[in-house]
């Protein structure tokens, strides 16, 4: 039986568990566990991680630890009773863990290990803690690290800041709100600023001394030097060295390491230097022989200096540990100058010594360590364990401490002058310096060189060499025990070193100095000339009596008064005493020992104040039981001296030097103080002073001894303690009186008003700084009450009249700060005195805004000590003053502080910042405190529904400035849920008077408004989104306050519903607030909030009759919440939602269901769910960085919407806007024209001013739509499309000419030129198109189970295409067929791709079908403005023919038009509808027939053009349907369809099959033709293929049944228009030949042409293999082409190969042919090509040579067929006359000719007219083939026609052709000659042909009267028949497919030059056309 656990409620697991058992809990060691239930060895309970899983687990695997359980019972918690320093560690250890995965998954390398080190050093210090072992110190420094680490890791994980007090985390539950704010500010200051310290240590580690030859020991002596003052601060530092320049006792690490300690922050600036000694140790000359002298001295060897400014600056710049230096190491040339070889070097002086060497350098390493000794030991412990030598500062520390104990001496030898003592040269002097007691014992090691070595007992000094007046500087240390100080003396004996071989020293002479004198005195500080006693070797020192009693100092100090014979050598030391325990002040002595001189008292006393602070500090006990012995042994007559003595000590202590005593000073008063009568004396003086100071005239002495009244009221209380205790408690009422007497004379002197500049006002002030540490000492004998009542008389005494000079104010709000911070305001009994005054001054300083700072810091400590005694009955009345007082102050002081301009210096914000702060935690402590009665009670107590109405409406302002973000630092927010619970707790209770007072009549909209921002506001803050909190901190914050967004939902909802008819008053202003609350990802708070929508739209519908205004917010504001992140699927789904919603809240839709407007309802909340769709899927493509289709995709999808849908014009010109932006990005320039072209629409050529928009200034909206036709153009120009930039740049020149505007009107014109230039000029290649399908749910809405028509990129194909898009979308499946999905895939949860390649239908076939167009002119119409493409896909009706399939070959041709044409706005558009057809086997036979055909016209045309660089396509095409033909090719066909049985059973296809025989026909027509011309082109080596292919053609002409053509197939075949013929009435002079076109480079040749995609490779044989062999090419020709198979080829084919999980399952491609292999089903073409050469559509070729130029003149060459002008159209197209094209016809064709002599063709074969494919007619010249002939210079109006050479480019006959088995021809065998009545002058040379044309003014017209080339048209959807300028609307992107004329072509440049004959009349009518006036685009 299951029994709920008592005491086992908190475990951790030990063992994992899987939890396979019957509800079994899976747990993971480590894991914590709360257990609810027991049974059996089994636990049932929860993982605390995830509390909502409940299961059990065996009891076994689980180690129980102790906890706190609260709320005991089905919603119990638990809090485990361990050190809370470990609870947090624990939790955060955990969260840190998850954040250190996803670190590493970021990538972010170094946090990932810096955070890895930081947890292990954590667990770690875990151990240590868990352990227990600790001492209570070291457990200490153990959470200081932790918090410390958790505190770093927290910072760098963007956690939140948590406040602690010692160590453990605080419940903001358990502490008022300003002590919370005090602990948060202070964890984020001491985050943010480190704490500047005064005292810094350098540590100094000598490493080595890298000098060549050294060969002796060295010193090497380390100190820091003041180059200002020229003397050293530190003592020195001293290494030893052996012979190679290491350290002599490397095992010992405190002699090769320093720390220089106390250095002030004034030591650490740029003329504070590290100076280096070095001494050797060997022979007087470094150069001596070994044997030469075997006495070794100490001599100078070299100096180095290093500035500490570099170590500083090393500092800031690596923030790291030691740092390594090379000193460079002067040696010293001239060794009088040692002494100041360091001040040279300093002063740049030291070009005058020279290196040691050059690589020589003395290693040291360095680092600059902060804070106190102390704080060094704990962070730096391993300096101190390992040892370290400590370098004292010469003299105190700028701080000096109590328990400083130093007594140190500091004696440096300066210098001494020396007699020559009878010899030539100088002296070698060596001192030897000596310390000996009274006795004349040497003290033992008490002479110490440095602190890095042992002291020593006697010292040499160094030598310099023959010099009778050395200077040493050499600084000694004498630590001298003061026991031992008294009677000591220093001895220094001089020897002369001689430098012979012996190297003896010779004493020559002494001198000696005491180091106390009689009186106690020490030696003085400063420099002491010594007197030289003149001595012998043999003079024996052992009785010091003999000598101490000479005179041993020239000037005051004299031993005795011994006289001394005069003596000229002299020495000089200076001295410097550094002792705690020692003086050398005699004044001091003196008063020290005052009894010895009763008389001088009264001097002893005045000399006091002369003595130095250190030394009085130093004797403080000392001299206090002086001071108060004085007193008292004459109070009368010492008492008011012994008063300003003891002022002057307490005031010394003030100091911040002595500071550190003044605890020294309290255990003397506790301790050793007995005066228990110095307190009346004390009492009296006191009161005097403060009696006089109101007529003194200087206050100086008086304020000084206000400033000590603390330590003076110390000695007062306890002299009266020790008095009562000594007396039983006597005289007690005398001394309250004299206290009341002094109190009263406060007062008194505290009401006295004077300006704040007077003296009294300062004495005041000084009164009132010290005055509150005075009541501690009272509550010592005095009751509380009392105190408290003294107190608030004296405040209340000063004067409450605010001055401008109010400087004495702040000192009297410091005066309450720190009443209200002592001990007597944190008794609850003396506060309620208090309180009153404390408030007064508090009021009247807010009111005025003056002292903020000082008045939050009062406010916040009041605060703190209400919320600690919060269990008092008192607290209640304490908490109604401070709202009666404080509140409405409060709330005006924030405002005005909020409203403030933010001061620009750094530490004024900050300081602004801080108030605010303090000021916004003092309202929540205030307002946290308030219960029921006290918010009844404020509510009371307004007097009007006005004031109540202005409380409101500025605390609901004061809640707004509260939720903002930066009111508090980001990671601070446990102080943002803080004031969010106090504020919703105010809000509830407001609430009811908002309801009471503010409705039905008396209702009040601004209160309300504001009411309602306020809760929006709140509920959307950002540190209440608990979905973006980690899952422990959400758990916390829900358990703590809940959910506290519903919870102000839910107020609003109540809050809304009692409004009644007023809601009106709030639409449409509420729907935006009431929507961004509804997009809160929160299900319950939107449960409640979006019925409200029902509420808007039912008063609205009541109001108007309509909800416009609630649909246009919502929409307007919809936009802007979802972009900025908000919404999500969910709400969208919410919103549509019907199911009915929790509790009494219905769903939206069916509330309007109920209504009678539901219609419009339903379609509101429609309109809405579909924006959300596309604002969702906007928001979602926007995340990616880089731009792809989904993008742009996306936001056409948002922009339609936004124009058809709901026409919102803004934002449909922003949206255009960030599509424009987008393409730019993506470089699609073509779409970012049409994009802004859809605003430019918008616009008229008006003076209307237009508002500043997006980055458009304010403007006309003529000079917006300029700048707009401007950009569009660039735009244009950089998509190459031209000719719509041609369109806006006349209209753009309309409006200059229409303004005069000659300047941009030139600019316009040369613009349009350089546009027509660019079109003849420059290759534009033609892009592919690809369907696309989007198939499954998981595709954005805007693309869900869509399908699309795609623009390709330049070069992309689709292999290209298809896996660009599988990259945008990670997660598509691509489909391997092409057939419609099913519905289990519309439906799948999934994403399916469906890709293949379309051909696109051009609509203006009238512009491709027209003759005189350059074909690379019309391949801009094949591919732009296309609304429909089709995808053929075959397959086999009835049974399969396996001998022949193409019987049963069926095509279902698919044609897609889309909802806009492409190009457009995008690179792809939805497809709008579809139709499918099928294609029977002879159709499909035709087309094929037909469209190799045309390729074979295309690739004949380029060779005879020389466009083609080698002949390998024509050879490879050639060869393809020949051999194919002879191997069954056409064959094929003819047992398919030719057949009696296929005739008989399809009568219906009679003309078809007529129509198949025919194009059987003119194949083999024009494959006879192209072999000519293959012969005159085809190389050498390739001639044996030309002859086979030849013997193969009639091979397939004798299978075809074709033994000679027909009198219609003997012409050219090239031309063949639609295969109809024509007739020609004028006969050529001469046959075509092939070889007419090889001798004239009429046109640049293009290296590989673009041609018909339709392939021959169902025409191909064996042969085809040959020719790849011959070529080098390995695949079949169509392959190697790139040419597409026939309409039967599979669309999901490209001309590339595609990737196989798209293509490899389509369809099989039967190319049209008879023969299909099965290699070729399924595959892609080899990319054999360059991409230049690939074809650039899907069904025709792409423009001829950009280089190619056309003729000024249009000529009606041969190159052009021409009928009778007298015929009809139909009948010239028709005619099928076989005696106007037969060769024997010239002679009567020669008499039609007219007299203006016209340019005729060669006879055309007759041809049927019929559907197939277009003709295409190609007229173009190049005006440099061939000069004029000199003879006929042109006339001014006439030109000459050029020499012309015919070739089958255009698609008609040039002539007749012989039917020869050869068709190599002569120059007579095909080339159309002129007429004999058009020409002038023929020239046969070469086989090229010269002419001159008369009558030319004809040559512009065609036979039907116009003109040879059209004009052109203003649109792309204008027919261009007619010669007028006509304005036109510019081309729409969103408009509907074309329904009749195609767009016309561009302006060709050569228009209006015509030659001026009889046509001059017509053409000046055409120059002289007005122009058409500018045309309104669109207007909306």
């Known amino acids: 039986?299951?029994?709920?656990?008592?005491?086992?409620?908190?475990?951790?697991?030990?063992?994992?568990?899987?939890?396979?058992?019957?509800?079994?809990?899976?747990?993971?060691?480590?894991?914590?566990?709360?257990?609810?239930?027991?049974?059996?060895?089994?636990?049932?309970?929860?993982?605390?991680?995830?509390?909502?899983?409940?299961?059990?687990?065996?009891?076994?695997?689980?180690?129980?630890?102790?906890?706190?359980?609260?709320?005991?019972?089905?919603?119990?918690?638990?809090?485990?009773?361990?050190?809370?320093?470990?609870?947090?560690?624990?939790?955060?250890?955990?969260?840190?863990?998850?954040?250190?995965?996803?670190?590493?998954?970021?990538?972010?390398?170094?946090?990932?290990?810096?955070?890895?080190?930081?947890?292990?050093?954590?667990?770690?210090?875990?151990?240590?803690?868990?352990?227990?072992?600790?001492?209570?110190?070291?457990?200490?420094?153990?959470?200081?690290?932790?918090?410390?680490?958790?505190?770093?890791?927290?910072?760098?994980?963007?956690?939140?800041?948590?406040?602690?007090?010692?160590?453990?985390?605080?419940?903001?539950?358990?502490?008022?709100?300003?002590?919370?704010?005090?602990?948060?500010?202070?964890?984020?200051?001491?985050?943010?600023?480190?704490?500047?310290?005064?005292?810094?240590?350098?540590?100094?580690?000598?490493?080595?001394?890298?000098?060549?030859?050294?060969?002796?020991?060295?010193?090497?002596?380390?100190?820091?030097?003041?180059?200002?003052?020229?003397?050293?601060?530190?003592?020195?530092?001293?290494?030893?060295?052996?012979?190679?320049?290491?350290?002599?006792?490397?095992?010992?690490?405190?002699?090769?390491?320093?720390?220089?300690?106390?250095l002030g922050s004034s030591d650490l600036r740029k003329d504070i230097y590290i100076t280096v000694h070095i001494i050797r140790l060997g022979r007087m000359a470094a150069g001596e022989k070994k044997n030469s002298c075997s006495t070794q001295y100490r001599r100078p060897f070299g100096c180095a200096v290093l500035s500490i400014a570099d170590l500083l600056q090393s500092e800031r710049d690596t923030r790291d540990s030691k740092e390594d230096y090379m000193l460079k190491v002067y040696m010293c040339n001239t060794e009088s100058e040692w002494y100041q070889i360091h001040e040279n070097i300093i002063k740049k002086l030291n070009a005058r010594y020279n290196l040691t060497s050059s690589n020589a350098g003395l290693s040291v390493a360095l680092q600059l360590l902060h804070g106190d000794i102390d704080q060094i030991r704990r962070e730096y412990p391993v300096l101190f364990t390992r040892g370290v030598a400590?370098?004292?500062?010469?003299?105190?520390?700028?701080?000096?401490?109590?328990?400083?104990?130093?007594?140190?001496?500091?004696?440096?030898?300066?210098?001494?002058?020396?007699?020559?003592?009878?010899?030539?040269?100088?002296?070698?002097?060596?001192?030897?310096?000596?310390?000996?007691?009274?006795?004349?014992?040497?003290?033992?090691?008490?002479?110490?060189?440095?602190?890095?070595?042992?002291?020593?007992?006697?010292?040499?000094?160094?030598?310099?060499?023959?010099?009778?007046?050395?200077?040493?500087?050499?600084?000694?240390?004498?630590?001298?025990?003061?026991?031992?100080?008294?009677?000591?003396?220093?001895?220094?004996?001089?020897?002369?070193?001689?430098?012979?071989?012996?190297?003896?020293?010779?004493?020559?002479?002494?001198?000696?100095?005491?180091?106390?004198?009689?009186?106690?005195?020490?030696?003085?500080?400063?420099?002491?000339?010594?007197?030289?006693?003149?001595?012998?070797?043999?003079?024996?020192?052992?009785?010091?009596?003999?000598?101490?009693?000479?005179?041993?100092?020239?000037?005051?100090?004299?031993?005795?008064?011994?006289?001394?014979?005069?003596?000229?050598?002299?020495?000089?030391?200076?001295?410097?005493?550094?002792?705690?325990?020692?003086?050398?002040?005699?004044?001091?002595?003196?008063?020290?020992?005052?009894?010895?001189?009763?008389?001088?008292?009264?001097?002893?006393?005045?000399?006091?104040?002369?003595?130095?602070?250190?030394?009085?500090?130093?004797?403080?006990?000392?001299?206090?039981?002086?001071?108060?012995?004085?007193?008292?042994?004459?109070?009368?007559?010492?008492?008011?001296?012994?008063?300003?003595?003891?002022?002057?000590?307490?005031?010394?202590?003030?100091?911040?030097?002595?500071?550190?005593?003044?605890?020294?000073?309290?255990?003397?008063?506790?301790?050793?103080?007995?005066?228990?009568?110095?307190?009346?004396?004390?009492?009296?003086?006191?009161?005097?002073?403060?009696?006089?100071?109101?007529?003194?005239?200087?206050?100086?002495?008086?304020?000084?001894?206000?400033?000590?009244?603390?330590?003076?009221?110390?000695?007062?209380?306890?002299?009266?303690?020790?008095?009562?205790?000594?007396?039983?408690?006597?005289?007690?009422?005398?001394?309250?009186?004299?206290?009341?007497?002094?109190?009263?004379?406060?007062?008194?002197?505290?009401?006295?008003?004077?300006?704040?500049?007077?003296?009294?006002?300062?004495?005041?002030?000084?009164?009132?700084?010290?005055?509150?540490?005075?009541?501690?000492?009272?509550?010592?004998?005095?009751?509380?009450?009392?105190?408290?009542?003294?107190?608030?008389?004296?405040?209340?005494?000063?004067?409450?009249?605010?001055?401008?000079?109010?400087?004495?104010?702040?000192?009297?709000?410091?005066?309450?700060?720190?009443?209200?911070?002592?001990?007597?305001?944190?008794?609850?009994?003396?506060?309620?005195?208090?309180?009153?005054?404390?408030?007064?001054?508090?009021?009247?300083?807010?009111?005025?805004?003056?002292?903020?700072?000082?008045?939050?810091?009062?406010?916040?400590?009041?605060?703190?000590?209400?919320?600690?005694?919060?269990?008092?009955?008192?607290?209640?009345?304490?908490?109604?003053?401070?709202?009666?007082?404080?509140?409405?102050?409060?709330?005006?002081?924030?405002?005005?502080?909020?409203?403030?301009?933010?001061?620009?210096?750094?530490?004024?914000?900050?300081?602004?910042?801080?108030?605010?702060?303090?000021?916004?935690?003092?309202?929540?402590?205030?307002?946290?405190?308030?219960?029921?009665?006290?918010?009844?009670?404020?509510?009371?107590?307004?007097?009007?529904?006005?004031?109540?109405?202005?409380?409101?409406?500025?605390i609901f302002t004061v809640f707004k400035i509260l939720i903002r973000p930066e009111m508090f630092p980001k990671d601070w927010t446990i102080m943002r849920l803080v004031t969010n619970n106090v504020i919703i707790t105010t809000i509830l209770y407001l609430s009811d008077a908002l309801r009471k007072n503010f409705l039905n009549e008396s209702f009040d909209f601004k209160v309300w408004d504001s009411y309602f921002y306020l809760a929006v506001i709140f509920i959307n803050q950002p540190c209440l989104q608990l979905e973006l909190f980690s899952p422990a901190k959400r758990k916390k914050v829900l358990e703590k306050y809940g959910d506290m967004r519903v919870m102000m939902g839910c107020e609003i909802f109540s809050m809304w519903q009692n409004l009644g008819e007023h809601k009106l008053h709030f639409i449409p202003g509420l729907i935006g607030p009431f929507l961004e609350v509804t997009l809160v990802p929160q299900a319950d708070l939107r449960n409640v909030m979006i019925p409200i929508f029902h509420d808007l739209m039912d008063w609205e519908q009541r109001r108007t009759g309509n909800f416009k205004q609630v649909e246009a917010k919502l929409i307007d504001k919809l936009d802007s919440l979802m972009s900025e992140g908000k919404g999500d699927e969910t709400y969208r789904e919410l919103f549509n939602s019907i199911i009915p919603l929790f509790g009494p809240y219905p769903s939206l839709l069916k509330k309007i269901e109920r209504e009678t407007w539901r219609e419009s309802g339903i379609s509101l909340v429609a309109t809405v769910t579909r924006l959300m769709e596309r604002l969702l899927d906007y928001r979602d493509c926007m995340k990616v960085a880089e731009v792809d289709g989904k993008k742009i995709g996306c936001t056409v999808s948002l922009l339609n919407f936004y124009k058809t849908e709901i026409n919102k014009e803004e934002m449909y010109i922003r949206y255009i806007h960030k599509l424009y932006d987008l393409h730019l990005k993506a470089q699609n320039f073509t779409e970012a024209a049409y994009t802004l072209l859809l605003y430019d629409e918008l616009l008229e050529w008006s003076e209307r001013p237009l508002r500043e928009f997006l980055h458009y200034p304010m403007q006309t909206e003529w000079q917006r739509k300029e700048i707009l036709h401007l950009t569009i153009i660039q735009n244009f120009d950089k998509g190459k499309c031209w000719e719509n930039g041609i369109i806006l740049c006349r209209e753009l020149a309309d409006q200059y000419e229409s303004f005069y505007d000659y300047r941009n009107l030139s600019k316009m014109r040369m613009m349009e030129a350089a546009f027509y230039d660019k079109i003849m000029d420059q290759q534009r290649l033609e892009p592919e198109f690809f369907r696309v399908g989007f198939y499954g749910k998981k595709f954005p809405f805007f693309l869900r189970n869509k399908e699309f028509v795609c623009r390709g990129h330049d070069y992309e194909r689709l292999e290209a295409f298809q896996q660009r898009m599988l990259n945008e979308f990670p997660h598509a499946i691509a489909m391997q067929h092409a057939n419609q999905p099913e519905d289990t895939i519309f439906q799948a949860d999934a994403q399916y791709l469906q890709i293949y390649a379309v051909i696109p239908i051009p609509d203006n076939n009238e512009i491709l079908q027209k003759e005189a167009i350059p074909d690379h002119i019309k391949s801009f119409y094949r591919v732009n403005n296309i609304w429909r493409f089709r995808y053929d896909r075959p397959f086999h009706k009835g049974i399969k023919d396996k001998e022949n399939e193409f019987k049963s070959l069926w095509i279902e041709r698919t044609t897609l038009t889309l909802v806009q044409s492409l190009p457009g706005i995008s690179r792809w558009f939805e497809v709008d509808r579809r139709e499918v057809v099928e294609m029977s086997p002879l159709e499909n036979a035709i087309e094929v027939l037909e469209n190799k055909n045309q390729q074979l016209r295309t690739l004949i045309t380029q060779c005879q053009s020389r466009q083609m660089q080698n002949i390998n396509p024509l050879t490879m095409c050639l060869n393809g349907v020949i051999d194919a033909a002879v191997n069954g090719g056409l064959a094929r066909y003819q047992e398919a369809f030719f057949v009696k049985d296929y005739i008989l059973n399809h009568p219906e296809d009679g003309e078809k099959i007529s129509r198949l025989r025919e194009l059987m026909f003119e194949q083999a027509h024009i494959l006879e033709y192209g072999l000519a011309v293959h012969e005159k082109f085809v190389p050498q080596d390739m001639r044996p293929l030309h002859k086979k292919l030849v013997d193969q053609f009639y091979v397939m002409k004798s299978r075809l049944g074709i033994q000679e053509f027909p009198g219609y197939a003997r012409v050219s075949p090239i031309h063949l228009t639609n295969g109809s013929p024509r007739t020609c009435r004028n006969p050529a002079l001469g046959a075509v030949s092939p070889d007419g076109a090889r001798l004239v480079n009429r046109r640049s040749p293009l290296s590989y042409p673009a041609f018909n995609r339709y392939s021959s490779s169902s025409l191909s044989s064996q042969a085809s293999a040959e020719v790849s062999n011959i070529t080098g090419q390995s695949e079949s020709s169509d392959e190697v082409f790139h040419m597409q198979a026939s309409p039967s080829t599979s669309s999901l084919s490209s001309t590339h190969s595609a990737s196989p999980n798209v293509t490899s399952s389509a369809p099989s491609s039967a190319r049209g042919s008879p023969l299909l292999s099965d290699k070729h089903k399924h595959s892609r073409e080899n990319t054999c090509l360059s991409p230049r050469d690939r074809p650039c559509s899907a069904i025709y070729p792409i423009s001829m040579e950009q280089t190619q130029q056309t003729l000024n003149s249009q000529i009606g060459d041969s190159c052009m067929p021409r009928s009778d002008p007298n015929l009809s159209a139909p009948e010239k197209v028709m005619n099928p006359t076989p005696s106007s094209w037969s060769l024997d016809s010239g002679k009567e064709a020669r008499t039609c000719v007219p007299d203006s002599a016209r340019l005729v063709s060669p006879p055309v074969p007759p041809r049927p007219t019929h559907t197939g494919s277009p003709a295409k007619t190609y007229r173009a010249f190049s005006p440099q083939a061939f000069d004029p002939p000199p003879a006929h210079p042109r006339s001014p109006h006439k030109s000459s026609v050029q020499s012309l050479t015919p070739s089958p480019t255009d698609y008609q006959s040039l002539g007749p052709v012989y039917n020869s088995p050869v068709l190599s021809g002569s120059s007579s065998s095909g080339i159309s000659s002129l007429s004999r009545g058009s020409v002038t002058e023929t020239t046969l040379t070469d086989g090229t042909i010269t002419c001159t044309l008369i009558g030319s003014e004809e040559l512009i017209k065609r036979e039907n009267g116009t003109f040879a080339c059209m004009p052109p048209r203003y649109n792309l959807s204008e027919h261009g028949t007619g010669t007028s300028r006509r304005r036109a609307p510019l081309p729409h992107s969103l408009s509907v497919p074309p329904s009749g004329e195609p767009p016309a072509l561009p302006p060709k440049p050569h228009v209006l030059r015509v030659h001026r004959s009889e046509g001059e009349n017509r053409m000046e009518e055409i120059l002289a056309r007005p122009r058409s006036q500018p045309r309104k685009v669109s207007q909306l």
Request: charged fraction near 25%.
């Open 390 to 954: 400590i370098s004292r500062k010469l003299g105190f520390s700028d701080i000096i401490m109590p328990g400083d104990i130093r007594n140190d001496l500091y004696v440096t030898l300066e210098k001494g002058e020396y007699e020559k003592g009878g010899k030539s040269v100088a002296r070698n002097v060596d001192v030897t310096m000596y310390v000996l007691d009274s006795e004349g014992q040497v003290l033992k090691d008490c002479i110490s060189l440095g602190s890095g070595e042992t002291p020593v007992s006697e010292h040499h000094s160094f030598v310099l060499y023959h010099n009778n007046s050395p200077r040493w500087a050499e600084l000694l240390k004498l630590p001298i025990p003061v026991d031992k100080f008294r009677g000591a003396h220093v001895r220094l004996e001089f020897r002369h070193c001689s430098t012979k071989e012996k190297g003896e020293k010779k004493l020559f002479g002494f001198s000696f100095v005491p180091l106390m004198q009689e009186d106690g005195r020490t030696l003085p500080d400063g420099i002491h000339e010594l007197i030289v006693h003149k001595c012998e070797e043999n003079t024996n020192f052992q009785d010091p009596t003999c000598y101490l009693k000479l005179q041993y100092c020239k000037g005051n100090l004299h031993g005795n008064s011994q006289p001394v014979k005069a003596s000229k050598e002299t020495f000089w030391i200076s001295s410097f005493l550094c002792s705690t325990k020692l003086t050398q002040n005699g004044d001091l002595l003196d008063f020290l020992k005052w009894r010895a001189h009763p008389e001088r008292i009264c001097d002893i006393l005045s000399k006091f104040k002369d003595i130095d602070g250190a030394e009085i500090v130093k004797f403080l006990q000392d001299t206090l039981d002086a001071l108060f012995g004085i007193l008292d042994e004459n109070p009368q007559k010492y008492g008011l001296k012994v008063f300003d003595s003891l002022v002057h000590i307490i005031n010394l202590l003030q100091d911040i030097k002595f500071q550190h005593f003044k605890p020294v000073m309290d255990t003397y008063i506790e301790s050793h103080f007995a005066g228990a009568l110095a307190y009346r004396d004390l009492i009296k003086v006191l009161k005097r002073y403060i009696d006089r100071s109101i007529e003194a005239e200087r206050q100086e002495h008086i304020q000084d001894v206000l400033r000590a009244q603390e330590y003076i009221f110390k000695y007062i209380i306890h002299s009266r303690s020790l008095y009562t205790l000594a007396t039983g408690g006597q005289n007690e009422e005398e001394f309250r009186s004299s206290i009341y007497e002094l109190f009263q004379s406060v007062r008194y002197f505290l009401s006295i008003e004077s300006p704040g500049s007077s003296i009294i006002t300062q004495t005041q002030a000084v009164f009132l700084s010290s005055f509150p540490a005075v009541y501690s000492e009272l509550l010592k004998l005095i009751d509380v009450r009392e105190v408290a009542n003294l107190v608030r008389d004296t405040l209340r005494s000063m004067p409450d009249v605010l001055h401008v000079e109010y400087s004495l104010e702040a000192v009297k709000l410091q005066c309450i700060a720190k009443t209200v911070e002592s001990q007597l305001f944190a008794n609850p009994d003396s506060r309620c005195i208090l309180l009153p005054v404390v408030l007064h001054h508090l009021h009247m300083h807010l009111q005025e805004q003056k002292d903020l700072i000082m008045c939050a810091r009062i406010l916040s400590t009041m605060f703190c000590l209400i919320k600690k005694d919060s269990t008092e009955t008192t607290i209640s009345e304490e908490v109604d003053m401070l709202v009666d007082s404080l509140l409405g102050v409060l709330l005006r002081t924030i405002l005005e502080i909020s409203n403030r301009p933010q001061p620009s210096g750094p530490a004024i914000r900050l300081q602004f910042q801080d108030v605010t702060g303090e000021f916004v935690a003092c309202l929540l402590a205030l307002l946290r405190q308030m219960t029921d009665k006290h918010y009844q009670q404020l509510l009371e107590s307004f007097t009007s529904r006005d004031d109540l109405r202005d409380f409101l409406l500025q």
């Open 1 to 262: 039986m299951w029994i709920p656990t008592d005491h086992e409620k908190y475990g951790v697991v030990i063992s994992g568990f899987r939890g396979t058992v019957s509800h079994g809990l899976p747990l993971e060691v480590g894991d914590t566990v709360q257990i609810l239930e027991k049974c059996d060895g089994w636990y049932r309970g929860f993982v605390l991680k995830n509390p909502s899983f409940k299961g059990v687990f065996p009891a076994t695997y689980i180690h129980l630890k102790n906890a706190n359980v609260r709320n005991k019972g089905q919603f119990e918690t638990i809090i485990p009773t361990e050190d809370t320093v470990i609870t947090e560690m624990t939790g955060t250890l955990r969260e840190w863990g998850i954040m250190w995965k996803q670190l590493y998954v970021k990538n972010d390398g170094d946090l990932f290990h810096r955070l890895w080190h930081v947890m292990n050093e954590l667990l770690d210090l875990r151990r240590q803690v868990l352990v227990g072992h600790l001492t209570h110190d070291r457990m200490k420094d153990v959470k200081r690290h932790i918090t410390a680490r958790l505190d770093w890791g927290n910072e760098q994980m963007g956690l939140d800041l948590v406040p602690r007090k010692e160590f453990s985390m605080v419940d903001p539950d358990d502490i008022s709100v300003t002590e919370l704010y005090k602990l948060m500010e202070h964890r984020h200051r001491k985050k943010d600023t480190p704490i500047p310290t005064s005292s810094h240590h350098l540590f100094l580690q000598m490493k080595s001394l890298m000098c060549a030859n050294l060969g002796e020991e060295l010193e090497v002596f380390f100190s820091i030097y003041d180059s200002r003052e020229n003397h050293p601060v530190s003592e020195r530092f001293f290494v030893k060295l052996n012979k190679n320049g290491l350290p002599k006792f490397p095992e010992k690490m405190e002699r090769q390491c320093t720390l220089f300690v106390d």
